[in-house]
């Protein structure tokens, strides 16, 4: 029964500091941040998140090494626009994703290629990769500005005991996350 007790506390403190950390963020539409790979993994895009773990392990192989790990990547980046979340849908990730695959294929295509061609076909893809990071990186930190103001705003309406503008005021406030898409493109 201690046992029981004991983890039932642990469980609720782990949730306790899930739930505080998510709430400092705000509501990123399941976006979190991961910082042991210093990149934004986003919960809903397997496929971005598998190629960031992949690009890290890339990076520090040997050019032999990369050419067998960019063959095992075709379906993987492939399916980067497919299952791109629609929140991040913006005319620059588009652009930055199809830099991406185009520079893949090429990378692909002269993978047994002259070792200072295939070099800079690395140097190439590993450069469009970083764009279309820092791109994602630009477009979570807007997300999570406007999703902590208007979480602000709500708290603050809410204190002064006005509920309904509170509603009204975070609707309002969170209608901008749409027109950071829609402005994009």
Do not use: C, H
């Not at 007790?5 to 400092?24: C, E, I, P």
């Not at 990547?73 to 991040?88: A, F, G, H, S, Y």
């Not at 979570?140 to 602000?152: L, S």
């Amino acid at each position: 029964m201690k046992n029981l007790k004991l983890y039932t506390a642990l469980f609720a403190l782990g949730f306790a500091s899930y739930t505080t950390q998510a709430q400092d963020l705000g509501d990123t539409d399941n976006a979190t941040i991961n910082i042991e790979a210093e990149v934004v993994g986003l919960s809903n895009w397997s496929s971005y998140n598998t190629l960031a773990k992949q690009m890290e392990k890339f990076e520090k192989a040997t050019p032999v090494e990369q050419m067998t790990m960019l063959r095992s990547w075709k379906p993987v980046v492939q399916t980067l626009d497919d299952t791109r979340p629609n929140w991040i849908n913006t005319e620059e990730i588009n652009e930055d994703i199809a830099d991406f695959q185009k520079e893949y294929f090429e990378a692909t295509a002269n993978a047994s290629a002259s070792s200072d061609d295939f070099n800079e076909d690395v140097e190439e893809l590993v450069e469009a990769y970083n764009d279309m990071t820092e791109e994602a990186n630009e477009i979570f930190d807007q997300y999570v500005k406007i999703n902590r103001e208007a979480y602000n705003n709500y708290k603050k309406e809410v204190k002064e005991g006005n509920y309904k503008e509170a509603q009204k005021q975070y609707k309002k406030d969170v209608k901008e996350l749409t027109e950071v898409r829609e402005n994009d493109k």
